[in-house]
């Protein structure tokens, strides 16, 4: 029996949605943050912080992710990656360097991924959060 998920973690699409006003993934992630079942991590707060138009947002997109925990990439996390990223490109498929950073650390934390991103779902251990 597989191991119920202890959160999730969620990637760059679905913080995209959360700051559009009203979207329903937006609104999810919300909820999971009231509910303390969110987590993120550097490549996310990376790939937000990189869009930025202004000062503005980006004082609200680093005050958003500042109320949630914070999972670090540690050695082993990196080696995990290069391991996973390398069997996928064994099968033919090559996927971007942070869906593959995402997905170690939220298998390393027994999380699922809440994503927009279907290749996800090619990437063996991970959980996706459906709703």
């Given at each position: 029996m597989e191991e119920k998920s202890k959160g999730i973690l969620a990637d760059t699409s679905i913080w995209i949605e959360f700051f559009k006003p009203g979207t329903p993934m937006g609104k999810k992630?919300?909820?999971?943050?009231?509910?303390?079942?969110?987590?993120?991590?550097?490549?996310?707060?990376?790939?937000?912080?990189?869009?930025?138009?202004?000062?503005?947002?980006?004082?609200?997109?680093?005050?958003?992710?500042?109320?949630?925990?914070?999972?670090?990439?540690?050695?082993?996390?990196?080696?995990?990656?290069?391991?996973?990223?390398?069997?996928?490109?064994?099968?033919?498929?090559t996927l971007p360097?942070?869906?593959?950073?995402?997905?170690?650390?939220a298998i390393e934390h027994n999380l699922s991924v809440f994503t927009l991103d279907k290749h996800f779902e090619q990437i063996p251990g991970v959980k996706i959060y459906k709703i």
């Open positions: 992630l919300e909820s999971l943050i009231i509910r303390n079942s969110a987590s993120t991590c550097g490549i996310i707060l990376f790939e937000l912080l990189q869009g930025v138009r202004s000062e503005a947002e980006k004082i609200k997109i680093s005050d958003a992710l500042s109320n949630i925990p914070y999972l670090e990439m540690t050695r082993p996390l990196w080696q995990k990656s290069a391991d996973m990223s390398a069997s996928l490109k064994r099968k033919g498929l360097l942070s869906d593959i950073i995402v997905a170690a650390i």
